[in-house]
């Protein structure tokens, strides 16, 4: 099955789906071309505002994709200088928490909260980062209990190497060889879904045999965490970075640890691969990017979407 560029008319990325009072809601980042050279830490991305899409229907394959416009902008979050990358959304009690990462006045990357009474937006940023956040990619997993934990991670320009256990590195280490890799963090969110309530835990991912999966693998974890519950079982899936690959791996609770179960989705056109998995109107659906309409010069990513379902032993099969 052919894949679905959703918004044609703008380049989008990262796209977080959720379903929200029966619709589905995808909140991406916005590409823009800034003029910035490239280079390995992402400088070309300057994305510095996140819309919203919604699905006017029942088929994301088929339905009207509609822009709700400009829900949270750059400036007017006062500790972010540029660079909202990577975001998600949790509903809590009515209200609607935009969960993003951006760079502040010193160049670091933290993670902040938004806050909207509508899916829709607009959203209303806190005056500060939530406090020990670090690094990109946020994903935040609303569990059946309602407890709301926070995914994050991204290596090279999401600065992940630079940290060891939540303290900040005199130098920056990537591991190589048979070293562990850097892995995800997750964090559990306080009750009023603006800050953490723990210190951030590793995401461990184990080969089929119980070992911890090396940093030499080209399956290990390196940004674009997502969570999503199956069956009870919960689904770790993750970009691979630098070889370009979407993999899951499955446990029993939301830290892990998870077990590799495979690829999700082959290198595409691009540099990056990330993406989405949601369950809508009773199906189940892939939701990523890739480069192809850009031509791939000026790395500018459209958004994708593809059917998926899972096997009797809960392999996810994408339909493509």
């Not at 760079?103 to 933290?110: A, L, Q």
């Not at 199956?230 to 899951?248: E, K, R, V, W």
């Amino acid at each position: 099955m052919q894949a679905r560029y959703l918004f044609p008319s703008d380049y989008m990325a990262d796209p977080s789906a959720n379903v929200f009072n029966g619709k589905l809601y995808i909140y991406p980042s916005h590409d823009w071309d800034s003029g910035e050279a490239f280079d390995d830490d992402g400088g070309h991305f300057q994305m510095h505002d996140y819309h919203v899409l919604s699905i006017e229907g029942d088929d994301p394959m088929t339905s009207p994709v509609k822009d709700n416009g400009v829900i949270l902008d750059v400036k007017d979050v006062a500790w972010a200088e540029k660079q909202m990358w990577d975001n998600d959304v949790v509903e809590k009690d009515g209200k609607y928490y935009l969960i993003f990462s951006a760079k502040d006045y010193n160049g670091v990357f933290h993670l902040g909260v938004a806050v909207a009474d509508r899916p829709e937006g607009p959203f209303k940023a806190d005056d500060n980062p939530i406090r020990t956040s670090y690094s990109i990619d946020p994903c935040v997993f609303k569990d059946d209990d309602g407890a709301i934990y926070c995914y994050f991670g991204g290596i090279w320009g999401g600065q992940l190497q630079r940290y060891k256990d939540n303290i900040l590195l005199k130098d920056e280490h990537l591991p190589e060889g048979d070293e562990a890799p850097l892995p995800s963090r997750v964090a559990r969110m306080t009750d009023d879904v603006h800050q953490f309530a723990e210190l951030s835990k590793p995401i461990i991912i184990l080969n089929p045999d119980g070992t911890v999966m090396p940093a030499n693998d080209p399956h290990r974890f390196f940004e674009a965490s997502w969570m999503h519950k199956y069956n009870g079982t919960y689904y770790f899936s993750y970009s691979t970075g630098d070889s370009h690959l979407l993999c899951y791996a499955t446990g029993n609770n939301p830290y892990g640890p998870f077990t590799y179960r495979g690829v999700l989705l082959e290198p595409v056109v691009g540099w990056t691969t990330h993406h989405s998995i949601v369950e809508y109107k009773g199906k189940w659906y892939l939701f990523h990017h890739d480069c192809v309409p850009s031509k791939g010069t000026t790395w500018l990513r459209s958004l994708k979407v593809l059917p998926l379902h899972y096997t009797n032993n809960g392999d996810i099969v994408v339909e493509q």
